[in-house]
T-cell receptor, first 108, second 114 residues
Framework: DAKTTQPPSMDCAEGRAANLPCNHS???????VYWYRQIHSQGPQYIIH???NNETNEMASLIITEDRKSSTLILPHATLRDTAVYYC?????????FGQGTTLQVKP | DGGITQSPKYLFRKEGQNVTLSCEQN?????MYWYRQDPGQGLRLIYY???????QKGDIAEGYSVSREKKESFPLTVTSAQKNPTAFYLC?????????????FGSGTRLTVV
């Protein structure tokens, strides 16, 4: 299974874009990149996923590099409620493996 | 609404007692998972099941047992052999497909052993 690397923590000013990076240099052709977030003491919440192309939904945008070795999750206008741990996960078939994630602190 | 229900939300048990955590889903998902989370840590996989009557050990299966007699249900038993059972337990489910489906999580059960 491909491994992901994320910075342990990041700060972002409220109303600004939050850009969360993720490295997945060993990703293989059939593996998707998924992003989840976990607000304290709750179950992880799905944000977005992609295979090759950039993706956008009502919550965020996902930018995947052409070689697929890294990606960036973009929260376009961060709010205080976006403060959470963000997990970047590479998923083949089978089990879902979480790393340590990035703790995003949105500050007023 | 479809989703995953974990019960109870909080559970207290005496040391040495077995305890079973419930996980029920009405999403018609084939695969189900149990994770453990300790304070300030990420999620670690305990057991997973991709089909009824079949399940596999995850990274930290020792001291735990599961069953998958029905598609909708995947209960986790924390046995007395688990040396440090106090933790936050999360259940998840997913549909079939090559990463094409997301994973849905329950709201978790916080187990405290005293």
């Amino acid at each position: 299974d491909a491994k992901t690397t994320q910075p342990p923590s990041m700060d972002c000013a409220e109303g600004r874009a939050a850009n969360l990076p993720c490295n997945h240099s060993t990703i293989s052709g059939n593996e998707y990149v998924y992003w989840y977030r976990q607000i304290h003491s709750q179950g992880p919440q799905y944000i977005i996923h992609g295979l090759k192309n950039n993706e956008t939904n009502e919550m965020a945008s996902l930018i995947i590099t052409e070689d697929r070795k890294s990606s960036t999750l973009i929260l376009p206008h961060a709010t205080l409620r976006d403060t959470a741990v963000y997990y970047c996960i590479v998923i083949p078939t089978g089990k879902l493996i979480f790393g340590q994630g990035t703790t995003l602190q949105v500050k007023p | 609404d479809g989703g995953i229900t974990q019960s109870p939300k909080y559970l207290f048990r005496k040391e040495g007692q077995n305890v079973t955590l419930s996980c029920e889903q009405n999403l018609n998902h084939d695969a189900m998972y149990w994770y453990r989370q300790d304070p300030g840590q990420g999620l670690r996989l305990i057991y997973y099941s991709q089909i009824v009557n079949d399940f596999q050990k995850g990274d930290i299966a020792e001291g735990y047992s599961v069953s998958r007699e029905k598609k909708e249900s995947f209960p986790l038993t924390v046995t007395s052999a688990q040396k440090n059972p106090t933790a936050f337990y999360l259940c998840a489910s997913s549909g079939q497909g090559l990463g094409a489906y997301g994973y849905t999580f329950g709201s978790g059960t916080r187990l405290t052993v005293v």
